[in-house]
């Protein structure tokens, strides 16, 4: 069984930067592909970031070169580098990761972590 956890949300000036992690229970070698998503109140839950175990990475557009994920399988965990961060960027930050496939990210039967919340307000 995967759990996932995920730190380094809190509160931020716009423009400001936040890292957030994610710790992977268990063998991070055993997953193909992680993911960051993120829910806005009253908004869908969204794409942020995917990553492959080879380090294959995309973003979603309106990250627009601001955040970049990776991953360090030394030592189990995901990272989300996110810089220039904007008051849009407010949400409940999860990790997300799934054994075999890239495409099964975002599904609900696909591992998912408790969430940390972003909030970037002045």
């Known amino acids: 069984q995967v759990q996932l956890v995920e730190s380094g949300g809190g509160l931020v000036q716009p423009g400001g930067s936040l890292r957030l992690s994610c710790t992977v229970s268990?063998?991070?070698?055993?997953?193909?592909?992680m993911g960051w998503y993120r829910q806005a109140p009253g908004k869908e839950r969204e794409l942020v970031a995917t990553?492959?175990?080879?380090?294959?990475?995309n973003y979603a557009d309106y990250v627009d070169g601001r955040f970049t994920i990776s991953r360090d399988n030394a030592q189990n965990t995901m990272y989300l580098q996110m810089n220039s961060l904007k008051p849009e960027d407010t949400a409940v930050y999860y990790c997300?990761?799934?054994?075999?496939?890239?495409?099964?990210?975002?599904?609900?039967?696909?591992?998912w972590g408790q969430g940390t919340q972003v909030t970037v307000s002045s």
């Open positions: 990553i492959t175990s080879g380090g294959s990475t």
């Open positions: 997300n990761a799934d054994p075999w496939s890239r495409s099964r990210l975002g599904r609900d039967d696909s591992y």
């Open positions: 268990g063998s991070i070698y055993s997953i193909y592909a």
